[in-house]
């Protein structure tokens, strides 16, 4: 069964349309110990929305889990978890973290109320408002 997420990043590190334009890459860079294990958590095939930080604040495109949670390669420290990704589909319209935050429905969703995780669990009905907001079908 597909578990739903929400992955951020800054654009000018890596934007959603670098995703797109790779066709893949390790999610990597997951330091915070709530984070890493969302990312333990995730399976191959689990659907992800991309979420674009700094001044943009806005679910931009979707992805897919394409392998199950694997050490991180290139990380230092023991512990660092990665998977990797792939695009999915730019959404039509981004959906702003304001638009979020106004609709109740997304109240108890770790987007909203821990905004500085980077890795956040969502329900498979919030993933698909947000999806329909964003113009998606």
């Excluded at 674009?52 to 806005?58: D, F, I, L, Q, V």
């Excluded at 919030?126 to 329909?132: A, H, L």
Aim: zero cysteines; charged letters at 25%; a neutral charge.
């Amino acid at each position: 069964m597909a578990q739903y997420w929400i992955l951020k990043t800054e654009p000018t590190s890596y934007a959603y349309a670098d995703l797109e334009r790779d066709r893949a890459t390790r999610w990597d860079g997951v330091t915070n110990r709530q984070a890493l294990k969302h990312i333990r958590s995730m399976q191959q095939g689990d659907r992800v929305l991309i979420y674009h930080t700094g001044k943009e604040k806005a679910v931009v495109g979707e992805a897919t889990v394409t392998t199950a949670p694997y050490d991180d390669p290139a990380a230092v420290d023991d512990g660092l978890a990665v998977v990797d990704i792939a695009p999915s589909g730019a959404l039509p319209s981004p959906v702003p973290l304001s638009a979020i935050k106004a609709d109740r429905q997304f109240a108890d969703m770790a987007l909203v109320r821990q905004g500085r995780l980077s890795v956040v669990p969502a329900t498979r009905e919030q993933w698909e408002r947000i999806r329909r907001m964003g113009g998606a079908e």
